[in-house]
């Protein structure tokens, strides 16, 4: 299998690298022999095709989709979205949190901005789909660390999680999560202690080292993108 996994951040903060350590080893603990590349887009790199890949990883970031004019490399993740939604060829895209919000937008749908930024391990209801997608399973503790959300989904969407925290295209290759599965309590830890108050100040936010749900997510979606 090869992955590509996407960065839509740029820093040099702890948090980064352990970000990309748990893309890594959730994906290696399915797939041990997995091909991963990691492109640092929005730190200056240039982006592959997508054709090359089984699966591409977009993580989460800043940037705001609704109101400033999209800069070179957003430009080119829109544009990486689209032509995976059209192909179809068989990669798979996992959108995480700005991944959500860019693939949903990217597409068709709309975002809006919440009065309070949402931090910490939330619990997302499930729809009858997103039971049945999740081994039937009524519910789902996730990480959240964000600011936007998704108001209207993209058409040909299918929500697996209420509020249009979970999204899955009905080709069947596309699927975004609001919250952050692969994020952990020292990730979390690590976001807080950096950040620059743009989310902080402005924030509820609930326990970061309760239990949750993200290695059980991992397991479905690897399932989902190897069609086991």
């Not at 800043?62 to 179809?88: C, M, Y």
């Not at 391990?121 to 996730?142: R, V």
């Amino acid at each position: 299998m090869k992955v590509l996994i996407v960065l839509n951040y740029a820093t040099d903060k702890l948090w980064g690298q352990l970000t990309i350590e748990s893309f890594s080893d959730h994906i290696r603990k399915h797939a041990p022999d997995a091909e991963i590349d990691v492109c640092h887009l929005a730190g200056g790199e240039d982006l592959p095709s997508s054709s090359k890949y089984d699966l591409v990883v977009l993580s989460g970031g800043t940037f705001n989709l609704i109101s400033d004019v999209p800069l070179p490399w957003v430009e080119q993740v829109l544009g990486l979205i689209r032509q995976i939604a059209k192909d179809n060829s068989g990669t798979k895209l996992l959108g995480f949190c700005w991944g959500h919000q860019a693939t949903q937008f990217a597409l068709g749908g709309k975002l809006d901005v919440l009065n309070k930024s949402n931090i910490g391990i939330e619990t997302i209801d499930l729809t009858t789909e997103g039971q049945s997608f999740f081994e039937g399973q009524s519910s789902l503790k996730i990480h959240k660390y964000h600011k936007r959300v998704v108001s209207e989904p993209a058409p040909g969407f299918k929500l697996l999680g209420r509020n249009n925290e979970i999204l899955l295209s009905e080709s069947g290759n596309i699927i975004t999560f609001q919250g952050h599965p692969e994020l952990t309590a020292e990730i979390a830890r690590n976001l807080l202690d950096s950040d620059d108050g743009s989310y902080v100040d402005n924030s509820t936010v609930s326990s970061t080292t309760a239990p949750h749900d993200g290695l059980y997510i991992w397991d479905r979606l690897m399932k989902f993108v190897t069609n086991t």
